[in-house]
């Protein structure tokens, strides 16, 4: 350990350090040690460090992109979420989103919304989420549902509504809590009707967006679900109704 912190710092060695000295619990807390130990893997690890902390891709990224490695990719999606260029960031994160591995689309979805509010490229990257959502699986359609809230295109918001109707609760709820994130109020009274549905997972997201989005209009329709027989559901009800100031749900 001494002769570790005798050496002197080296910004691409403090990211690779931060990949296995992640907090218990987070995403990245060991996923990369096993490639670390690696001199051949490690070697790609600097390499896309050095990506990271410049903000800037080299023509090693597409290399990178094809690694037989799972987490070389995931890693890569990562990657790409943080560069400074919005025009190969969203041609390589396609790529990444029609890879084999569900782990690997998950992060290039995530990626792909945290990049998606440029103008340049928003309409590419809202045709990339229309094609998962129309041909991937439930997990890669949640994620995907997930990534165009974090884009607060207002173009996302034809997108994910269609979601509140889905069969699948799991849907319907992320549909909801997208449109949270997208933070576009005039979308808010497609979620409302959802206040009554069968799943309490899918009310409590609802009531949420319903705060969150700011929509007093039938604040008091809420009231009804603080005595919900879910713990979660009135506590979410009782979240929105005082960020919406709903007066009359105050009992004396």
């Given at each position: 350990?001494?002769?570790?912190?005798?050496?002197?710092?080296?910004?691409?060695?403090?990211?690779?350090?931060?990949?296995?000295?992640?907090?218990?619990?987070?995403?990245?807390?060991?996923?990369?040690?096993?490639?670390?130990?690696?001199?051949?893997?490690?070697?790609?690890?600097?390499?896309?460090?050095?990506?990271?902390?410049?903000?800037?891709?080299?023509?090693?990224?597409?290399?990178?992109?094809?690694?037989?490695?799972?987490?070389?990719?995931?890693?890569?999606?990562?990657?790409?979420?943080?560069?400074?260029?919005?025009?190969?960031?969203?041609?390589?994160?396609?790529q990444l989103c029609?890879?084999?591995?569900?782990?690997?689309?998950?992060?290039?979805?995530?990626?792909?919304?945290?990049?998606?509010?440029?103008?340049?490229?928003?309409?590419?990257?809202?045709?990339?989420?229309?094609?998962?959502?129309?041909?991937?699986?439930?997990?890669?359609?949640?994620?995907?549902?997930?990534?165009?809230?974090?884009?607060?295109?207002?173009?996302a918001g034809p997108?994910?509504?269609?979601?509140?109707?889905?069969?699948?609760?799991?849907?319907?709820?992320?549909?909801?809590?997208?449109?949270?994130?997208?933070?576009?109020?005039?979308?808010?009274?497609?979620?409302?009707?959802?206040?009554?549905?069968?799943?309490?997972?899918?009310?409590?997201?609802?009531?949420?967006?319903?705060?969150?989005?700011?929509?007093?209009?039938?604040?008091?329709?809420?009231?009804?679900?603080?005595?919900?027989?879910?713990?979660?559901v009135v506590l979410?009800?009782?979240?929105?109704?005082?960020?919406?100031?709903?007066?009359?749900?105050?009992?004396?």
């Amino acid at each position: 350990m001494k002769r570790f912190l005798s050496l002197p710092f080296c910004p691409v060695l403090a990211v690779l350090a931060g990949l296995i000295f992640t907090p218990p619990g987070a995403e990245g807390s060991s996923r990369y040690v096993s490639l670390l130990r690696d001199p051949q893997q490690r070697v790609k690890l600097e390499t896309l460090a050095r990506m990271e902390r410049e903000g800037r891709l080299d023509p090693e990224i597409k290399k990178l992109l094809l690694d037989p490695e799972k987490l070389i990719r995931i890693r890569c999606a990562e990657v790409l979420g943080r560069a400074d260029d919005p025009i190969g960031t969203v041609f390589y994160l396609s790529q990444l989103c029609r890879d084999k591995e569900p782990e690997v689309v998950e992060s290039a979805l995530y990626s792909l919304g945290l990049c998606g509010w440029r103008k340049d490229t928003s309409e590419e990257v809202l045709e990339i989420f229309q094609g998962c959502l129309r041909d991937s699986p439930l997990r890669i359609k949640t994620r995907a549902i997930e990534a165009l809230g974090k884009t607060r295109l207002p173009a996302a918001g034809p997108l994910i509504i269609p979601y509140l109707k889905n069969f699948h609760a799991s849907l319907r709820s992320e549909a909801a809590l997208a449109l949270a994130a997208l933070g576009d109020s005039t979308k808010a009274e497609y979620c409302f009707n959802s206040i009554h549905d069968p799943d309490p997972g899918v009310i409590s997201s609802t009531v949420y967006a319903l705060g969150k989005l700011g929509y007093k209009k039938k604040s008091d329709r809420l009231i009804p679900l603080l005595d919900h027989e879910n713990s979660t559901v009135v506590l979410r009800s009782a979240e929105a109704l005082g960020r919406l100031e709903a007066k009359n749900a105050v009992k004396e």
